[in-house]
């Protein structure tokens, strides 16, 4: 077994390896961090969360009952073959 050791900086939860680690060899990873990564702030809590969320509240306030009913459903209509 041959080890290396190497830092890098993950993107999009991915790590490049060395190019010197070759193809289709098993590799073993172990993950250190030197901190503790920042939580994610949940999204309606954000700035951007609460303007979309005030964008979307807006949309139905011009809007009425009859415009947010939902139309009568009839089913398909029995098609006609030519005999």
């Known amino acids: 077994m041959q ?10 939860h991915t790590i490049r390896i060395p190019d010197s680690v070759p193809d289709g060899v098993q590799l073993r990873v172990l993950v250190l961090l ?3 990564p ?5 999204p ?10 005030a964008l979307l ?5 011009a809007l009425s009952d009859e415009d947010l009913a939902r ?10 073959w030519d005999t």
Request: proline residues 14%.
């Open 44 to 53: 309606d809590d954000s700035p951007e969360g609460q303007a979309l969320k």
């Open 71 to 80: 139309p009568k459903d009839f089913g398909r209509e029995i098609p006609e």
């Open 57 to 61: 509240m807006s949309l139905s306030e």
């Open 3 to 12: 080890a290396i050791e190497f830092e890098t900086i993950a993107h999009g």
């Open 34 to 36: 030197d901190a503790t």
């Open 38 to 42: 920042p939580t994610p702030t949940p």
